[in-house]
Structures are given as C-alpha cells and as structure tokens.
C-alpha cells in the first residue's frame, strides 16, 4: 500500500474511509472508491495488498475455548458466552440460524463444555419419514410391527447421560411431537411394542432454520413443546454478518481437507464480500472446487470454476419468478441468456496487458462480455492506454 494511501475517521457517530491519491487505489466492498464513503459493519477495504473488514463490535474475550468455533468475531464470542453459560445446566437448547451456519458444529461443543459422559447422538428429524424417525428415537420390540425382527435401542437410550441433537426438529411430525413432549416432561421412553418405560438422563439440543414462533402461530409445532425446547435460545449469525471470520474459517476448512495453501488476494477478497447464501457450508464447497482448479503448488485463485460456484450461491438468494410469467413479459425474446459472473479486477488487468490492451482478447482470456470489461475499467479509473505497449 502506497505510504499514505487512505484514512478512516469517525464524525457524527459514523465511520468514513477517504483515498488519499493512492497509486492502487482504494476499494470498497469490491469496487474502486471515488472520494469518501461511509463503512458499515462487514464493509471490506482492499488498501494495496491489504484486506481489512469492520469489525461489528468490540471483540471480548471469549467465555468457552472449544477448537471447533472457529472465528474470533464479536458475534461468535457472543455464541460462546452463551453456550458457556448454559453447558453445566440440564435445560433443553434451541439453536435457531440459517441453513450452513454451523449448529450441529455448537451442538457437540455445548456437548463437550457440559461434561456429560454419556455420548453426543444426533439425528435429522426432516430426513426420514415418520414411522421410521419414531423407531429411531424411541426404539422398538421384535414383533412391534412388519420388519422388526429385533430389539432396537433407540437413540435417547442410546444418548443417555449424554446429549441427543435433534436437527431441523420444525419439521417434526405432529404425532412424533406429542411423544417428545411427553419424553422431556417424564425423562422416561418407552419403546415401540413394549409395556414398559425406561428412565433415561438426556440433554436435549434441537436446532432449526425456520422461525418456530411462527410455526406455532401457524400450528404446525405444539406451543407446549416449543416451551420445553426453547429454555435456553442461542441464535447462529450468518457469515455475512462475521465477515471478519471469513480467512480464519477459510484456514480451518482448508486444513480439513490436508490442504495448506493460501489463498490470492482476488479469490480472498471475492469471499469477503459475497453475501453467502449457504453460509459456511457454501464457503467449504467454494474454498474445495478452488483447491482442485487452482494449478498444484499454487495460491488458491478465483478461477472460473470459481466464479461459477459463487454465481449460483448468489443466483439463490433472488426473488424466484415464474417462467412462463417472464415469458409473457418478453414475447419477442426466444430464451434468456444468463449474465456471466462478474470478472476479477487483478485477473481482467492481467489480461489486458497480455493482450496489449485490446478489450475483445481480455474478454474472451477471462470469459466474461466485452460490455463487462468496459463497465470495469469505469469504474476502475482504467486509461486502457496504460496496458498497450
């Protein structure tokens, strides 16, 4: 960065980032600034070869150590405080957050700070049907019904003295609902075909990504039920509001996967700012096709691939239309032609230079529209004269 290349200064209660005729320039959330901006929380400064992101609040230090909450954000501090507080309790929790935003990740830490010896069973109440997710939980008698040729233990036996995870529990079946309720009032279950109940010493942690409120507005999940798992809420931010946890998390899932590269200051910068629609769970699928399309021995780069991958993360997030609506709206257009991911400034100038400023050539290296490559070098402040020989 250049020696004086930006300042940042709070007026009125705001922050303000100002470009001081830096030779780099200075970006915002992605773009070149032109004069002085105002900075929200999560606002991404790219000064030369420095990312920078506001931080949402102070960072206090954290309440419960656990090497699986990865990020060191105000809002995951947060999350530790609360799942510290409630660990050595019996109270039943209630993970609400977006889908990827890592709750089964919390649910086995809350397992692990609780010290419970029992184990940590979790299970996925939308995954399978309602027959079978009631032989799971509570288990069944050989001769219960057609197929049980043994006894089954089910997993609140299987989770005693420990913790059951029940995943997407909005999506519960009414009449599986009454027997949860029934199992949390008594702390005793009784399996399916079998006269006799068993006490069972099971911490309850249900997540879900659906409003539950609502849900019981609506009458789809029992109020009395919401009641007992609802004694302790913690609520998940989504990545876009701990954006500064982005490169920790980035190293952690990489080094999941044996990889220990780093990433370029493109493909770095583009996670910063994406919105994330599938959250850390999109940043993992992101960060695994990176590693296998960047070149071996190679920072990680916003390749096309890449690029592709964020497109349909972001193409997720917009307002569904009807086809055959938006066919009638358009009756002179035979198809829609879908508008390619935008290209990465470093990579676009690269290819201008290679090509000796010629718009065509650098359009077709990066695969992006030539309407594209002129909308960048605006708002870049490019003189294209600087990439000819």
Known sequence: ????????????????????????GTRLDGRRLDGTAPLQPGSVLR?????????????????LDDSELVGSSGVMDDVRRAVAAV??????????????????????ALHRASGRAGRFVAVNCGAVSEGVLESELFGHRKGAFTGAVADKEGLFAAAD???????????????????????????????IGSTRERAVDVRVVAATNRDLVQEVRLGKVRADLFARLNQWPVHLPPLRERREDIPELSRALLARRGEGRALSLGLLEALLVHRWTLNVRGLANVLGVAAIASPADQPLELTEQVAAMLEADRAMAEPVVDPAALMRTMPTVP?????SPTPDADAVAEALRANNGSVAAAARAVGASRQQIYRLIESEGWDLDTFRE
């Open 87 to 108: 660990a050595a309790h019996p109270n039943s929790v209630l993970l609400t957050g977006e889908t990827g935003t890592g709750k089964e990740v919390v649910a086995g």
């Open 1 to 24: 960065m250049s020696r004086r290349h930006a300042a940042i200064r709070r007026a009125r209660g705001q922050w303000a980032v100002e470009d001081l005729g830096s030779r780099n």
């Open 335 to 339: 198809m829609v032609k879908r508008p």
């Open 161 to 191: 003295g420990g913790t059951l995870f029940l995943d997407e529990v909005g999506e519960m079946p009414p009449g599986l609902q009454v027997r949860l309720l029934r199992v949390l009032e008594t702390r005793t279950v009784r399996p």
């Open 47 to 63: 000064l030369g070869g420095s990312l920078f992101v506001l931080a949402h609040r102070k960072v206090q230090a954290a309440a």
